[in-house]
């Protein structure tokens, strides 16, 4: 079993740059890629961005494509989403995720290869 654990979220201005963490524990031995999701009031959640287990792909959704940093630290079990200039559309709860058992070449972008979730960061954005 995996656990992962976010952090970072909180309230900020608009065109602020907020960080979140991803710490992982459990059974981490295997490789993994690792995505952030978000899911806004009365939304569905949503693909943000991903990063596979090798740490030298990464995809991201359209809407922080060039706003949005993702990383990932595997020795230390840690990602990371660095947000830049947050908009009014950013504010969610925003989840980590692991996939395993998948090739160490992918960022895998569907919400369905992650089997792992934490429980979630919220993240809101003021005027």
């Known amino acids: 079993q995996i656990q992962l654990t976010e952090s970072g979220g909180r309230t900020v201005k608009t065109g602020n740059t907020l960080s979140l963490s991803c710490t992982a524990s459990?059974?981490?031995?295997?490789?993994?890629?690792m995505g952030w999701f978000r899911r806004a009031p009365g939304k569905a959640r949503e693909f943000v961005a991903s990063?596979?287990?090798?740490?030298?792909?990464?995809e991201y959704a359209d809407s922080v494509k060039g706003r949005f940093l993702i990383s990932l630290d595997s020795a230390k079990n840690m990602g990371n989403l660095v947000m830049y200039n947050l908009t009014p559309e950013d504010p969610a709860t925003y989840f980590c995720?692991?996939?395993?058992?998948?090739?160490?070449?992918?960022?895998?972008?569907?919400?369905?290869?992650?089997?792992?979730w934490g429980q979630g960061t919220p993240v809101t954005v003021s005027s």
């Open positions: 995720a692991a996939a395993f058992h998948i090739s160490c070449a992918w960022a895998p972008t569907n919400e369905g290869t992650f089997a792992f």
């Open positions: 459990g059974r981490t031995a295997l490789g993994y890629a």
């Open positions: 990063i596979n287990w090798n740490a030298d792909k990464t």
